[in-house]
């Protein structure tokens, strides 16, 4: 999902884009940090 989300922004005109590898499931594997939104207090990612 992550290819495809990429792709689509980078052809919207957005320049600084990456496909993260393995999503965010290996991003919290690995303990980097996530910052989450304060005003988003019901979980939704939209």
């Known amino acids: ?3 495809v989300a990429s ?3 980078a052809g919207l005109g957005y320049t600084n ?3 993260l ?3 965010m ?3 919290q594997a690995s ?3 996530i910052v989450r939104d304060p005003n988003r207090s ?3 990612t939209a």
């Open 21 to 23: 590898a393995g999503g």
């Open 31 to 33: 303990n980097r940090s």
């Open 42 to 44: 019901n979980g939704s």
């Open 1 to 3: 999902m992550s290819a």
């Open 7 to 9: 792709a689509k922004l």
């Open 17 to 19: 884009v990456v496909e």
């Open 25 to 27: 499931d290996a991003w």
